[in-house]
């Protein structure tokens, strides 16, 4: 008798997710700089989970800059993460609150929509076409 416990189809699978999960999740941000910060820098960037570098589009950076209040460059810390949940097939959440203020400014989201239990969720499609929108600022991370 094998002193192994047998494992379910189900738990091989799940690390196995995990494991590509934390593979596509390399390339999200991990050292976020608010827009203030990027725009001081001469060549905006910082780096991703795999310690590469993730350069910020200048021209994106004016253009939330000419659109967004001082106060909020201050607090928005980019790229703003959608995070896609892999029990919620056809949606993302956002969980920072600047960048809500920040994409209902910028009209990508109604000044309707409102946080519950600190997420914001919205359809998928939205989140990609808000990050096809403001390239490089704007990440959708794995969960």
């Not at 892999?86 to 920072?96: A, E, G, Q």
Request: charged share 30%; net charge positive; aromatic share 6%.
């Amino acid at each position: 008798m094998s002193d192994r416990h047998p494992m379910s189809e189900d738990s091989i699978l799940m690390r196995w997710m995990r494991v590509e999960i934390g593979k596509i999740n390399d390339g999200i941000v991990s050292e976020r700089k608010t827009l203030e910060h990027l725009l001081s820098e001469d060549r905006p960037a910082s780096r991703t989970k795999a310690g590469n570098e993730h350069v910020f589009d200048k021209d994106v950076l004016r253009e939330l800059s000419e659109k967004l209040p001082a106060d909020l460059q201050n607090k928005l810390k980019l790229p703003v993460i959608f995070f896609s949940d892999t029990k919620v097939p056809d949606s993302c959440y956002l969980n920072d609150p600047n960048a809500l203020e920040a994409l209902q400014i910028l009209g990508e989201l109604s000044k309707m929509r409102r946080m519950q239990q600190g997420k914001l969720w919205v359809g998928r499609s939205i989140a990609y076409t808000i990050m096809k929108k403001y390239p490089a600022a704007v990440q959708i991370a794995m969960r």
